[in-house]
Each structure stands twice: as C-alpha cells, then as structure tokens.
Antibody, heavy 112, light 110 residues
Framework: VQLVESGGGVVQPGGSLRLSCAAS????????MHWVRQAPGKGLEWVAF????????YYADSVKGRFTISRDNSKNALFLQMNSLSAEDTAVYYC??????WGQGTLVTVSS | QSVLTQPPSASGTPGQRVTISCTGS????????EYWYQQLPGTAPKLLIY???QRPSGVPDRFSGSKSGTSAYLAISGLRSEDEADYYC???????????FGGGTKLTVL
C-alpha cells in the first residue's frame, strides 16, 4: 500500500488549495478514503471521508461548506479542495485508506 | 476540543505495563469500534488496534485493547524504549456522523 500526498504549500488567508493523494498497491475502487490533519504540535483531527464509489461524503464541522472531498477511481486518486482557508487550517494533511494505512502527509501553511 | 478524552501524558519504566484510557460516550465508543494509533516523532500514525482488540499483521502482542461501556483502553506490556511515542484513540460518532480522535497521550519511557 502506498499513498502519496501532494499539493501542499503556503497560501494566503481566504485563499484556496487542492490536495491530491496518489494511491497504489491496493484496490482503490473498493476502499473508503479519509483526509486527516494535524496542526503543528497538536493532535490528529479527522477532516473528511468518501465512500469507495463516491456516493457518500462526510465532513468535520470545522471544514463543512469550505472543503470538498472527491476521488477519481479511474486514476486511483483522492482529492481535497480547500476554500476560504484561515490560519486554523495550517496543518499536515494525511490521506488514509480506511484509517488503516496512511500517507506521509503534505504541509499546508495559511499565512500572509 | 476532542469528545474522546485521553490523559495528556503517561509514563513507565522498561518492562512495566502501562494502560492508556480513552473516554467517550454512547454515540461513539459505546456503540462503535475503537481504533488505536501510535505516532512516532515526525512520522505518520500507525494503526495498532482495530475492532476493540484486533492487531494488524506485524503489531506485537505486547499491545492490546479493551473496552468497558463508553471507555476504551490500550495496554502496553513489557514496555520498551521504542514505545515512546504519542498514542491516539479514534471512533465513529453516530450523532456527529463523523470520526473522532482523542487528544492524544504522550508516553514516556523512563
């Protein structure tokens, strides 16, 4: 199982960013996928989940209405579109398969 | 603020047994499976325990999980220096329709 996140970087408050997660080594089309984040020096915070076929999506209250999780099963890829970003969204963002296997994360810094 | 409550710290000496608690409510731990993770400094979390007391392949049997009502417990026996890490519990919450993580427990091996 390999999960590789990308797309992190520095963005200004109010800006947008799209994270990607490339999956390999397992059957992506039958796996539920999560995004989980960790602010610097803080604990883990679940962000969003999408079912294997994309039919259902769930979000943490802290990101509802601002973040959108999606997937492209033809490309074994998971995405997180993040809008209206604030300093509180600064964190390492991990993608995870069924909360079993985790990528190494990508850092998002929201700062002016 | 996490709805799953863990002690911020725990400690033990090599060879000892240490237990970390995770207190939730009927809508999460009380009615759903809990998971435990180990996070070493600078690395991604690693699954230790799932479905109450199941261990993924490769996780030593020194790690075990249990549950009583709305609280879950992670026990580490035969403590080793390499067990020094942050430990997190997690569970689905039926009311929030989302996953919750505990605040984490930093384990120090003295």
């Amino acid at each position: 199982v390999q999960l590789v996140e990308s797309g992190g970087g520095v963005v200004q408050p109010g800006g947008s960013l799209r994270l990607s997660c490339a999956a390999s080594g397992f059957t992506f089309t039958t796996s539920g996928m999560h995004w989980v984040r960790q602010a610097p020096g803080k604990g883990l915070e679940w962000v969003a989940f999408i079912r294997s076929d994309g039919s259902n999506k769930y979000y943490a209250d802290s990101v509802k209405g601002r973040f959108t999780i999606s997937r492209d099963n033809s490309k074994n890829a998971l995405f997180l579109q993040m809008n209206s970003l604030s300093a509180e969204d600064t964190a390492v963002y991990y993608c995870a398969k069924d909360l079993w296997f985790w990528g190494q994360g990508t850092l998002v810094t929201v700062s002016s | 603020q996490s709805v799953l409550t863990q002690p911020p710290s725990a400690s033990g000496t090599p060879g000892q047994r240490v237990t970390i608690s995770c207190t939730g409510s009927r809508s999460n731990i009380g009615s759903n499976n809990e998971y435990w993770y180990q996070q070493l400094p600078g690395t991604a979390p690693k699954l230790l325990i799932y479905r109450n007391n199941q261990r993924p392949s490769g996780v030593p049997d020194r790690f075990s999980g249990s549950k009583s009502g709305t609280s879950a417990y992670l026990a580490i026996s035969g403590l080793r220096s390499e067990d020094e890490a942050d430990y997190y519990c997690a569970a689905w919450d039926d009311i929030l329709s989302g996953w919750l993580f505990g605040g984490g427990t930093k384990l120090t091996v003295l």
